[in-house]
T-cell receptor, first 113, second 113 residues
Framework: DAGVIQSPRHEVTEMGQEVTLRCKPI?????LFWYRQTMMRGLELLIY????????DSGMPEDRFSAKMPNASFSTLKIQPSEPRDSAVYFC???????????FGEGSRLTVL | KQEVTQIPAALSVPEGENLVLNCSFT??????LQWFRQDPGKGLTSLLL?????REQTSGRLNASLDKSSGRSTLYIAASQPGDSATYLC????????????FGKGTKLSVKP
């Protein structure tokens, strides 16, 4: 298996632009997680899905952030409009069942100027 | 609310030493606890997953223990090698949630040749 695949790996954009991050989980995994990592706050869960349904989105910072999982093999995290404080590494992870072993993608490094 | 703390924040040892990394958590009602490794600029790699019914797990030179009653887990690395240099993170689920993993800030390990 190719593991969790994220794109893009790096994104540099200007404040106010829309950003879309993409994730393909490991085939057969039914739980998908979006995390954000910064030096100051470490790893924070933004949202997680179970069987394509959002279960906990309490970590989503504000309405500028939205996430979708239209099918078992694809998820997006969208930021609109983006702000400099959104600069971070965004990780997608998947597992078989919610509390199972978690597998991470390589991350998407976002820089908002 | 679950809080996960890791000490020390950084550790430097000579090659060949055995070492212990510590992780403590506040909510002992956990399904499992996971240890991860993160190399610079990379995603997290799962090292060990300890179920709540287990006391320890071993993989090669790594051994992780779990003591739910005291809210502690340790990661023991035997005969450390320069290739072990990385940041090690532990993560525990929040009470009542099957999927929301709370991460510690990690221990940055440097093994000197």
């Amino acid at each position: 298996d190719a593991g969790v695949i994220q794109s893009p790996r790096h994104e540099v954009t200007e404040m106010g632009q829309e950003v879309t991050l993409r994730c393909k989980p490991i085939s057969g995994h039914n739980s998908l997680f979006w995390y954000r990592q910064t030096m100051m706050r470490g790893l924070e869960l933004l949202i997680y899905f179970n069987n394509n349904v959002p279960i906990d989105d309490s970590g989503m910072p504000e309405d500028r952030f939205s996430a979708k999982m239209p099918n078992a093999s694809f998820s997006t995290l969208k930021i609109q409009p983006s702000e400099p404080r959104d600069s971070a590494v965004y990780f997608c992870a998947s597992s078989f069942q919610g509390p199972g072993e978690l597998f991470f993608g390589e991350g998407s490094r976002l820089t908002v100027l | 609310k679950q809080e996960v703390t890791q000490i020390p924040a950084a550790l430097s040892v000579p090659e060949g030493e055995n070492l212990v990394l510590n992780c403590s958590f506040t909510d002992s009602a956990i399904y499992n606890l996971q240890w991860f490794r993160q190399d610079p600029g990379k995603g997290l790699t799962s090292l060990l997953l300890i179920q709540s019914s287990q006391r320890e797990q071993t993989s090669g030179r790594l051994n992780a223990s779990l003591d739910k009653s005291s809210g502690r887990s340790t990661l023991y690395i035997a005969a450390s090698q320069p290739g072990d240099s990385a940041t090690y993170l532990c993560a525990a689920p929040t009470g009542g949630s099957q999927g929301n993993l709370i991460f510690g800030k990690g221990t940055k390990l440097s093994v000197k040749p």
